[in-house]
């Protein structure tokens, strides 16, 4: 049986076998124990996109995991996400493959937390946090977390992804806490019992994908944060840069100590790993390229992601350097006046683009408007 310190990476092309792979090394089964226990699946379903562009949870990985446990003699088995707020759930469910997995196991459900109701829980430290009923009718929660980085918290993955087990609006309340904080105490209303981690093609930029990177690779852990303490080495960051982390561990959530982790590579052909010494290659940093350009206090995830790709393509067509003043957005601006913002947080503004979230067209043709506007009047003296 898997570890407390330790983490089961495999690398290939075959996400289905891996899985299965890695299940059978954890021996999940005799993790979970009696097969009458309700066991949760919880992917990364943040929008209804595919996971090959870098922000959803490879379907197959869910399918071979909900494989292993029907043959294991586990029935009750629910599938459970909520989609950031500004897209439907059950546009992920079908266009990231979820549907389909249904069907083809029709004893397990899809369950949409969007939809639920909420209880609260009380965390200590005078933190009352909102969660979905739903965990409270679970009994074995299986994290399937994909490795990606954030725009807001650098990089997401285990800790992060049970965000989507909140309601919509207290995953609004989680941006004017900080973040951070409500993230660590999260993790005392909602304990995690598995991760298996998507770290097949995360985009390393941010959470909503589109700059994919390809590892064909997937881990297994029971520690969410020695997990995550990984993923954030993998995505070139030092864990003070993630605030939850230390914050978790110091709640006894687990360790952040990877000097002591075992990580072993269950790769056919594989002699042992460096993987806890040596960081990947991460590549170019986009978002860096564009923050320089707003002003963030307190902002949704959606919607400051929908900015950043909107100011990535304005960049592109050189539109963005002409910019002479910073975009404000977030909750921290309301009832605040201003030049420029975005979302209705920042609505009192002299020029605002409405949505609660906008979405990113909205957003980049807004901009380019108002950027074109600007350099007309330059042109003209007016």
């Known amino acids: 049986m898997i570890a407390a310190n330790e983490i089961l990476k495999i690398y290939g092309t075959g996400y289905e076998a891996m899985t299965r792979a890695l299940l059978e090394e954890a021996a999940l089964d005799e993790l979970i124990g009696d097969r009458r226990r309700r ?8 929008s209804p996109t595919p996971a090959e562009y870098g922000a959803t949870t490879h379907p197959e990985i869910v399918d071979a995991l909900i494989s292993y446990l029907l043959e294991k ?12 707020v500004g897209d439907r759930t059950s546009d992920a469910f079908e266009y990231c493959g979820y549907n389909a997995i249904s069907r083809k196991y029709p004893v397990i459900r899809l369950f949409d937390t969007q939809k639920d109701s909420s209880v609260p829980v009380d965390c ?3 933190i009352v946090l909102n969660i979905c009923r739903i965990v409270k009718d679970i009994d074995f929660l299986i994290n399937v977390p994909v490795l990606k980085g954030h725009c807001q918290t650098k990089m997401t993955c285990a800790l992060k992804n049970l965000k989507g087990l909140i309601p919509n609006s207290e995953k609004r309340r989680f941006h004017s806490m900080g973040l951070h904080r409500p993230i660590a105490y999260l993790q005392k209303a909602i ?28 881990m297994a852990a029971v520690d969410p944060v020695l997990a995550d303490c990984l993923a954030c080495r993998i ?25 002591h982790a075992m990580i072993r590579d269950l790769t056919e052909g594989s002699e042992g790993s460096p993987f806890a ?17 707003t002003e963030e206090v307190e902002s949704c995830s959606a919607c400051y992601a929908s900015l950043t790709a909107a100011l ?4 592109d067509e050189g539109l963005l350097d002409k910019l002479d003043e910073k975009i404000s957005i977030g909750q921290g601006f309301r009832g605040k ?4 913002g975005v979302g209705m947080c920042t609505k009192d503004f002299e020029f605002f683009i409405p949505g609660c979230p906008p979405d990113e067209e909205a957003i980049y043709r807004g901009l380019a408007e108002y950027i074109r506007k600007n350099e007309d009047k330059k042109r003209t003296g007016g």
């Open 39 to 46: 066991i949760g699946i919880k992917p990364n379903l943040v």
């Open 73 to 84: 003699g586990f029935e009750d088995i629910t599938v459970m996400e909520g989609s950031w």
């Open 124 to 126: 200590g430290d005078g």
């Open 191 to 218: 304990h995690q019992d598995f991760v298996l981690v998507d770290h097949i093609c995360g985009d390393l930029d941010f959470e909503d994908g589109g700059n994919p990177v390809v590892r064909n690779c997937i």
């Open 235 to 259: 995505t070139g960051h030092e864990l003070e840069e993630v605030g939850y982390l230390a914050l978790a561990a110091s709640m006894g959530i687990g360790s952040t100590d990877l000097s």
């Open 277 to 293: 010494e040596a960081k990947e290659d991460q590549g170019h940093r986009r978002i860096l390229d564009v923050s320089y350009s």
């Open 312 to 315: 990535l393509r304005l960049k």
């Open 337 to 340: 006046t201003g030049k420029l």
